[in-house]
């Protein structure tokens, strides 16, 4: 793995990365692809539990979309992570994953991180249980959502992966 760029910027998204994060995922060609429209609603409303990473030029080259889940507050829901193509490899995914959890754990108290992964996705398995290994995490998995419950027919299960508890030792 090459090493992620030394001036690679971490922050909150703003509305107008919107497009940008649009892209990333839709180029990825593995996420589910949500509206233009959602991306920049989610770079407004859920900036707070999200984070972009920019490279040089300042222009987005990779994200993390969460939020808190209503129910469980203290639980952080990964909804997508995705890398610029021509930035894969360089652990740019890890170093968004564990700036926006340490960021969480010391502003909101969360102890939890929750995501879903459909069976084959091995880059996302690898981040998540290297992850919680990183951290001194547990992870558990259980289907979530059945393949009966999507439309068409076309979608594979998502496997809920819960990793915690998180703290803050387990962050830094």
Known sequence: MTA????????????????A???????????????????LLWCRDFAGTSVVARGADGEPVGFVTGYLRPGRPRTLLVWQVAVDAAHRGC??????LDGLTRRLVAERGITELET???????????????????????????VLFGADLFPGGSHDPEVLYRIGPLTESTAH
């Open 116 to 142: 879903t992964i459909t069976p084959g996705n091995t880059a996302s398995e690898r981040l998540f249980t290297s992850f919680a290994e990183r951290h001194g995490a547990r992870v558990s998995r259980e």
């Open 21 to 39: 994060l649009w892209r990333i995922a839709k180029e990825s060609k593995t996420l589910d692809l949500n509206s233009s429209y959602s991306y």
């Open 4 to 19: 992620a760029p030394a001036d690679l910027l971490i922050e909150s998204p703003a509305t107008s990365d919107g497009a």
């Open 91 to 96: 652990g740019i995914a890890a170093r968004l």
